[in-house]
């Protein structure tokens, strides 16, 4: 895949920034945390969940500020770029919290959230300080806006052929048909004009989401067609691939115009976002529904991995110049999560996390990452179930319990929102690699839960959000910075 991340100009502007970060944090360190993962995998959740209990002193045993008595306390503080989206805390945390607790709605843009902890050090000098600071930036992105990193490299021309054996495959035929109907009814070197170039992106993004939706989890670029953020409905995103022109191209043939297009969604869209966001980024969570991706079987297992390829390959490792190295930041703790790990029976969970383990090890084979940590966890941002056994057939089985949403179904049987069940979900495979082999699906019992309904309050009055292993991720992301 072609790596060309960043220019020079774009290493100076990253250095100078990240110069401009450290001058103002000179008093308090600052750590950006950034938050990803592909759409729906739980950014919205894990961050609510994360600043709720850090704001509260949330049971967090595994966190060992907390553990050690050494977390003072955390409030919400002004971000210092009035540019850039607020995480919307309060209004997900009213949603999840309110008379009928109902999922927020899922990040479909960048947004940033500053939190201010307060922790007594455990340093020789800090009983001469006092009480230490440290502002923690939380980034929320898109999974989605890592997968266009490649088509920096690529022209108008390499991506349309890229794209359009993608649409020929077989296996693309019906989602991509309507779009490749069209492609053939217009001729890209007639003049260019607005009504043509519009249909053509329109059938080229349906054809995007189509194939999204029958169960492939990645995506294919540009990213921001399925989640434009602020771009939608801009010309910025006015465009598709074109076949290669059998004659010269005239600079005033729609083939022209798609092409620059093309090349601005590249100049402004893309490059901006790696240079101004992704690149200043301290530390990663890259957020992973791995349980839907198992549930949906060994195709969906396959095409997760190979858009986890597609975002570890973001994570520029040893590839910044060596004579900027000292200014730019460079992500030197990766973690990635498999989320919604209440889904399954807690003995489950070391399968879980050794499975996913196994498909980022084989994606990150390719992304390098020399000198930088990575771990995986399996958590839950907010637990929606607990857990219970049953007897069938002489056999203990262990159970998860929890409150379907209404629409949900298995078996069957369709549920209606209010009823509390107890179910199998089903076990894990003992050998990762069993799960790329054909003919070896993995039975799982897969419902969405609502969230918990009920909710318990601490001393202070508080509502308590139980979460699974979110204290251990917050140790691995943030615990040094601590220390
Ligand atoms: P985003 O698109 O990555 O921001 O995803 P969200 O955080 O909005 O999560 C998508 C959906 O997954 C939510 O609406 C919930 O239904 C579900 N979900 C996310 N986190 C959890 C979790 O910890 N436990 C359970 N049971 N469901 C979760």
């Known amino acids: 895949m072609p790596q060309p991340p960043t220019t020079i100009a774009d290493e100076l502007g990253i250095a100078l920034s990240n110069l401009a970060d450290s001058a103002t944090g000179a008093f308090t360190p600052t750590l950006r945390l950034g938050v990803t993962g592909l759409s729906r995998a739980g950014k919205t959740i894990f961050i609510t969940a994360l600043v709720h209990n850090l704001l509260t002193g949330g049971r967090m045993p595994g966190f060992a500020p907390m553990a050690d008595g050494r977390f003072i306390g955390a409030r919400l503080a002004e971000y210092p770029d009035a540019t850039i989206p607020r995480f919307a805390y309060e209004q997900h945390l009213e949603a999840l919290t309110g008379k009928h607790p109902v999922w927020p709605e899922g990040t479909r843009r960048i947004s940033q959230l500053r939190l201010v902890l307060k922790f007594q050090s455990r340093r020789w000098y800090a009983g001469l300080r006092g009480p230490s600071t440290l502002n923690l930036d939380i980034v929320d992105y898109p999974g989605e806006w890592l997968l266009d990193l490649p088509l920096l490299g690529l022209s ?124 200043r980024l301290d530390r990663q969570i890259v957020l992973v529904d791995t349980l839907r991706a198992l549930n949906a079987g060994p195709a969906a297992v396959a095409d997760l991995e190979t858009a986890l390829t597609s975002v570890l390959a973001c994570f520029r490792q040893g590839e910044t110049n060596p004579l900027l190295r000292p200014f730019t930041r460079r992500i030197d703790r990766i973690l990635f999560a498999a989320t919604k790990a209440d889904h399954v029976h807690h003995t489950s ?135």
Do not use: C
């Open 349 to 483: 969970h070391d399968r879980l996390e050794a499975i996913l383990n196994r498909l980022v090890n084989n994606a990150g084979k390719r992304a390098r990452f020399a000198g930088t940590q990575t771990r995986s966890i399996a958590l839950a941002g907010i637990r929606a179930t607990h857990e219970g056994t049953i007897s069938e057939g002489g056999q203990t089985l262990n159970t998860i319990i929890g409150t379907p949403l209404a629409g949900e179904s298995l078996g069957g049987t369709a549920y209606d929102g209010k009823t509390e069940i107890a179910l199998f979900p089903g076990d894990l495979p003992e050998r990762p690699d069993a799960l790329f082999e054909d003919g070896n699906p993995v039975e799982l019992n897969f419902l969405r839960f609502a969230p918990p309904q009920k909710l318990d309050r601490n001393a202070s009055g508080d509502v308590v959000l139980p979460h699974i292993r979110l204290d251990r991720a917050l140790d691995y992301l943030l615990g040094d910075w601590l220390a």
């Open 156 to 279: 108008f021309a390499q991506w349309s052929v890229e794209a359009l054996d993608r649409a020929r495959r077989p296996g693309s035929g019906k989602e991509a048909r309507p779009f490749l109907e069209l492609l053939t009814a217009i001729d890209p070197g007639k003049d260019a004009n607005d009504p043509d170039a519009e249909r053509l992106a329109a059938a080229f993004t349906d054809y995007l989401r189509r194939s999204r939706e029958h169960g492939a989890l990645s995506t294919l670029p540009p990213g921001r067609f399925l989640l434009p953020g602020d771009l939608e409905g801009s010309p910025a995103l006015t465009f598709a691939p074109l076949p290669a022109p059998t004659q010269a191209v005239r600079g005033s043939s729609l083939y022209a115009m798609l092409e620059k297009r093309y090349e601005a969604y590249k100049a402004q869209v893309v490059r901006p976002f790696f240079r101004d966001h992704f690149a």
